[in-house]
């Protein structure tokens, strides 16, 4: 037997046993005739003592050979500390070795294995295993466990069932490009990894399993984005003879419930605003509702002056920053080049301090006077003491950029909370989404989203404002999940494939399985898939989805630690009848 007790168990009642605990050397205090070594595993850390007068000789002497990360067993009798450390579970006690064995030795490890460490991202990701061994990062692994089990309880208590669904598959359209994997077997063709299980979960409901749900990998290759991975996994959900509102409440109950046993947290029923309100209020369809600095639009009282820059605008919009009176003026001029840097993009910003006194001072001063500015003040809803910031032009970029303002100044602020909830159901999207580069209509969710009752028809004269059954769970500004009812009739589903630009032909040669399904008696149907990766991020109060997967990969979708992608053999490439190898260089 290795170990008779872990190193994170032993209390004061079992002073006096004599116990056996193995794990790793985390920190040795050698003073020669007196050795301290913190013996660390996944449980806690028990401090151990090494005594000349007290520990045999031979002992004594291979402790002091010890180093970090050895492994080690040890056999002792538990005392009382003399100096005790409240902050550690097994504080009051320490053994008193009397046998050691060493299980194994370590090479000085690259960095700190402490809950601090001095190693930085690069080293820590090289050497994971080390890195997995710190309290933090072990303790978010387990954290999403616990997660994920609450998941599957939950689910499994609701009747819905976990079916594995294929990763060798034919492109998904989720929007964005496929890893590809070529066939031995079939010369000169590919599989896809899926994007996600879209349409296996549709002809799961075709075959009438009526609620389906997987925790599974999706893969997307996409040029990354600050914190995203190019393999992520789904909580990936679908269910027959539903509409919007059953999804709803369904999903809503299984947030509730991670909210209540995993934080803690009761949240009221969650409110919902459509695309076009989130859009409009908060400048973006993932509104973080945690704070106010409501969008309060402007043209109508900006643009009876002469300040061109506003008169030209299509939107002039503005929000009020609570206690921002108090910026100093090189705060202000900070967060004018702040919106002017190229990944916002803004041409300017004016702004308008609404002093404690009630009076108003602004950089456009020449233009405007007080009954101006006092509507701005009510419309953006500033108080004496803030700072009113107001952006304009093109309606749909100086949304993004006040709304990246606004997130930016409640991050300073201190308003994004992250033991604060606040989940909401955004609805009605829109259907389609215009592509300037390609010039033409895409699906915003996935071509097989149904439009709303009604709305097929305004597809031939107004195809931007046909809206969609779809939906997205937001928490904390986060697009936590989004589904949609599906479209279940094979003509319409050609109708809109059409609609996309396919031809009959590719619609058929891509997704010919599909409508033939749906020839079959297709239920009505539709589904949502949370983002896992992030939910547990979120839920654990932080905000980099790396440090809750294991083996995560970097920016450039490297796995540094198994130097993964690599070059592969000339004769496997062979193999795969791949007739082009890497260049050189
Ligand atoms: N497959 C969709 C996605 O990955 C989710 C859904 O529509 O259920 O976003």
Redesign the pocket.
Known sequence: MYRTHTNGQLRIEAVSNTVTLAGWVQKIRDKGFMIWVDLRDRYGITQLIFDEERTPKAVMETASKLGREFVIQVTGKVIERESKNPNMPTGDIEILVSELTLLNPSLTPPFTIEEETDGGEDLRMKFRYLDIRRKPVRENLIFRHKVTMAVRNYLSAQNFVEVETPYLIKS?P?GARDFVVPSRMNPGQFYALP????TF?QLLMVGGLDKYFQIVK?FRDEDLRADRQPEFT?I???MAFVEQEDILNTFEGLTRHLLKEINGVTVEKFPRMTFDEAMKRFGNDKPDIRFGMEFGELNHVTQHKDFNVFNQAELVVGIAVPGGNSFTRKEIDQLIDWVKRPQIGAMGMVYCRFAEDGTFKSSVDKFYDEADFAEWAKITGAQPGDLICVLSGNTSKVRAQLSALRMELATRLGLRKPNEFAPLWVVDFPLLEWDEETQRYHAM??P??SPKPGQLKLLETDPGNVKAN?YDLVLNGNEI????I?IHDKKVQAKMFDYLGFSPEEAKAQFGFLMDAFQYGAPPH????FGLDRLVAILGGQETIRDFIAFPKNNSGRDVMIDAPAAIHQEQLDELNLKTTHSEN
């Open positions: 998904t989720e994007q996600s299980p879209q979960k999706c789904q990936d959900c679908e969710h996935h097989f989203t779809a999940g989004g589904g949609s599906r539709g589904g949502i898939a």
